[in-house]
């Protein structure tokens, strides 16, 4: 059964405090690893997809990188506005793009100015 | 980019009636969409796969004759939560395969049963 552990629950951070989010995760044969933000009340919002160990992504303050084991989300110098629950999700199987994702249970990430 | 119209965003019914939830892919045809539900502070629990003209398939655990989907066109996925009762209350999201981009969730639907 895949498995998606995400640490810390919740991290607050004063503003311009760098850090990093962590997802670990077990799957049989990963297609792709997502990171999505989702502010309260709201659907998640995609950010990431990575496929392989070693690719990194970047957008903004955020940047994603994946090892066999693990993904970071690592956010530079932030702002209140990145405050947001921040998700990781796994796919697995041989039907890519349509096979379900299983979600971890998120970081609770506040920004305090 | 692709959009997900999902609606009501929030429903408050009492105890014991139903209420359909809607998800429309306004620019793409959705052959397959996921249902979710979110309890507070939890993260998102699959509880079934709808396709378009096949039957739904549900995740262990979960009612199918509580929770009817029904997938009737490319564009149109609904979620009826039947003889609803306080313990349905929950947020529930439903999302669309976008290839490499993951899946475009909806803006999701409170429902409170009172």
């Known amino acids: 059964e895949d498995q998606v552990t995400q640490s810390p629950e919740a991290l607050r951070l004063q503003e311009g405090e760098s850090s990093s989010l962590n997802c670990s995760y077990t799957?049989?044969?990963?297609?792709?690893l997502f990171w999505y933000r989702q502010d309260p009340g709201k659907g998640p919002e995609f950010l990431f997809t990575l496929y392989s160990a070693g690719e990194e992504k970047e957008k903004e303050r955020l940047k994603a990188t994946l090892t066999k084991k693990e993904s970071f989300l690592h956010i530079t110098a932030p702002k209140p506005e990145d405050s947001a629950t921040y998700l990781c999700?796994?796919?697995?199987?041989?039907?890519?793009?349509?096979?379900?994702?299983?979600f971890g249970t998120g970081t609770r990430l506040t920004i305090i100015p | 980019g692709a959009v997900v119209s999902q609606h009501p965003s929030w429903v408050i019914c009492k105890s014991g009636t139903s209420v359909k939830i809607e998800c429309r892919s306004l620019?793409?045809?959705?052959?397959?969409m996921f249902w979710y539900r979110q309890f507070p502070k939890q993260s998102l629990m699959l509880m079934a796969t709808?396709?378009?003209?096949?039957?739904?398939?549900?995740e262990q655990g979960v009612e199918k004759d509580k929770f009817l989907i029904n997938h009737a066109s490319l564009t149109l996925s609904t979620l009826t939560v039947t003889s609803a009762h306080p313990e349905d209350s929950s947020f529930y999201i439903c999302s669309a395969p976008q290839g490499m981009r993951g899946y475009t969730f909806g803006s999701g639907t409170r429902l409170t049963v009172v």
């Open positions: 999700a796994v796919q697995a199987g041989s039907n890519f793009g349509n096979e379900k994702l299983t």
């Open positions: 709808s396709n378009e003209g096949s039957k739904a398939t549900y």
């Open positions: 799957v049989s044969g990963l297609r792709g």
């Open positions: 620019d793409f045809q959705a052959t397959t």
